[in-house]
């Protein structure tokens, strides 16, 4: 006796049904997914703006403590004998003096060198600083590196919003987010 087995249909790929359920679970997913990885993105750049603002208002006040009481860029940062080096630049005031004061060497009248320079023989003739390690970053939030400076002694000064980089003001020291517009928790970020 023989016995007939029914042929089966070999499936050489999916179906129809079965590719569609995977594409709407995929759909799903990245429904889930995409809008929490934007929200991430914008909560490193919040946290890369409050890290910078630490930074540079540390370094503000480091240099107002060392220099009895001026902040950088109230002073000029030219005029001193830089021999070896490179001159710091800007007139009081300025976002260049204040930039060459933190990012340079100075001495107690604000001159700034990119060495500390010490002439033969001599004491060093620049023995503050460097504050910060290069130039001052952009801000994260709008990858802006302008520094608006002003001169009003208002400690509760805010952005102007004008190009979204920096405000600093040389007579309080107050240094913050030009920026008007606000992070996911609703806040303002000259406010940080």
């Known amino acids: ?24 679970i995929l759909a799903i997913l990245a429904a889930i997914v995409v809008p929490q990885f934007a929200s991430s993105t914008d909560d490193a750049a919040d946290a890369a703006l409050m890290s ?11 240099y107002n403590q060392q220099h009895g009481g001026t902040y950088p860029g109230a002073v000029a940062a030219t005029g001193g004998t830089c021999t070896g080096g490179s001159a710091g630049t800007g007139a009081a005031d300025t976002a260049d ?14 001159q700034a060198c990119s060495i500390a320079d010490v002439p033969a023989g001599g004491a060093v003739e620049y023995p503050f600083g460097p504050y910060l390690k290069g130039d001052i970053p952009n801000n994260p939030v709008t990858n802006v590196g302008t520094i608006t400076v002003v001169t009003s002694g208002n400690l509760e000064m805010t952005g102007g919003g004008a190009d979204g980089g920096w405000r ?9 987010a030009d920026d008007t517009s606000t992070d996911s928790k609703n806040v303002s970020y000259d406010s940080y």
């Open 1 to 24: 006796m023989t016995t007939h087995h029914p042929k089966h249909r070999n499936q050489a790929g999916f179906t129809l049904v079965e590719l569609l359920i995977v594409a709407i």
């Open 168 to 176: 600093y003001d040389t007579t309080s020291g107050k240094f913050i």
């Open 52 to 62: 910078n603002l630490s930074a540079i208002r540390g370094a503000i006040d480091l």
């Open 97 to 110: 003096a204040f930039e060459s004061q933190l990012k340079y060497y100075t001495n107690a009248s604000g």
